[in-house]
Structures are given as structure tokens and as C-alpha cells.
């Protein structure tokens, strides 16, 4: 149950990138624009991440930790608001800070625990496969538009040019799609894998 419940925002999102894909008319051209910018917010996330993980982990003391994470965040806001700016939408802001804490959340509550480490390390390692792997494809890939037509895509109103993603948003969409799903995957077999060592230590620890 935890591990569908850890898994069901990713499934959520993956399955509005097949909707919208498919049929985008439902949900407004403006919709595409979210998607852009949600996998902007995500590979800064899974960029910043790393570090400030590694940071939250460390042996330094609380005041140099703290400093460090407020550094490194004050520095990737910028970053995200620039985009925000381009865009003229401000909601990647905030969303930011609240996916860096779902991010950290093991960090945070585990650190000093054996394997905390390691544990954040392997999540980070799966995201940036599972993003690098989906944008190579939606490039590489010969995608369908399906119902982003031209008009849907001139609605669309995406800022920029030269951009595989921006001239052809049904690409970014089908990578959104292949990147949510895969790290939903990753949620359930991670807990899942959790969940059975954990009854295993149990099973096998001597009574008392």
C-alpha cells in the first residue's frame, strides 16, 4: 500500500501528459506550457537535489549545513526564476521548495542512520537516468503529434526558439509521460525492496 501510495502523484502526472498529448483541446493549449515548465522545475530539482543531499548528509556542523542549503537554494530560485520570468508564470517557484523537501524528506528524517548515504544517492542516480534516458528518446525517436496540431502548438504561445522541446511540444510531452512513469516504477520497487528487507531482518533475527 505505501509503495502505490509513493508511486500514485508520479502515475498521476504521467497519465495528464498521455491526456494532453492525446487530447489537448480539453485542457487548453496553456496546459502545454505547464508541462514545459514542469520538466524545467524537475531537472533543476534533480540537479539541486544532489547536492544539497550531499550537503544535509555530511559530518559539517548544523550552522555550516544550514548556510550551505540556504546558499545553494537562494542560487537554483534564481535559476528558476528566470524561467518563471520567460514564462510569466510564478507557481515553479514555491513548487520548487515543496518538491526539494519531498526530496530531502528521507535525508532529513533518516540522517545518521546506515545507508541514509547511499539510499539518497540511489534516488538521485535513478531521476537523472530516468530524465536524461526520456529526453534522449523524445529527441531521437520519431514521436507522433497526435493531437498537438500546429494551432494547438501556436495557442500553446511557447517562449523561445531553437528548443526541440519548445518548436515540438508533443515531444516534451511524451518525455514528461516516459519520465513520470519510469520514476514511479522506481517508487514502488524501491519500497517494495525496502519493505521485504526489513521483514527479512526481522524474520531471520534471533528471539529473545
Given at each position: 500500500m505505501a509503495a502505490?501510495?509513493?508511486a500514485a502523484p508520479d502515475v498521476l502526472i504521467a497519465g495528464f501528459c498521455v491526456a494532453l498529448w492525446v487530447a489537448p483541446e480539453r485542457f487548453g493549449a496553456g496546459a502545454i506550457r505547464y508541462v514545459v515548465l514542469l520538466m524545467v522545475l524537475e531537472f533543476i530539482v534533480v540537479h539541486s537535489a544532489a547536492f544539497m543531499g550531499k550537503i544535509t548528509v555530511g559530518s559539517s556542523g548544523r550552522a555550516?549545513?544550514?548556510?550551505?542549503?540556504?546558499?545553494?537554494g537562494a542560487g537554483?530560485?534564481?535559476f528558476v526564476a528566470a524561467f518563471c520570468f520567460?514564462?510569466?508564470e510564478w507557481w515553479p517557484l514555491p513548487a520548487f521548495w515543496l518538491l526539494i523537501l519531498n526530496r530531502l524528506a528521507g535525508a532529513l528524517l533518516h540522517k545518521g542512520e546506515p545507508g541514509a548515504a547511499r539510499a539518497l544517492?540511489?534516488?538521485?542516480?535513478?531521476?537523472?537516468?530516468?530524465?536524461?534516458g526520456a529526453a534522449l528518446l523524445s529527441k531521437l525517436l520519431p514521436i507522433p503529434r497526435l493531437g498537438v496540431t500546429p494551432d494547438i502548438q501556436a495557442a500553446a504561445d511557447?517562449?523561445?526558439s531553437g528548443i526541440i522541446w519548445i518548436e515540438e511540444p508533443h515531444r516534451v510531452l511524451a518525455a514528461a509521460a516516459l519520465y513520470f512513469t519510469l520514476m514511479a516504477c522506481w517508487e514502488f520497487v524501491r519500497l517494495r525492496v525496502a519493505a521485504w528487507s526489513i521483514w527479512a531482518s526481522a524474520s531471520t533475527r534471533p528471539p529473545a
Open positions: 502505490a501510495l509513493a555550516w549545513r544550514t548556510l550551505g542549503i540556504i546558499g545553494l537554483y530560485s534564481a520567460v514564462f510569466g544517492g540511489l534516488s538521485w542516480a535513478a531521476a537523472i537516468v530516468a530524465y536524461l511557447l517562449p523561445g
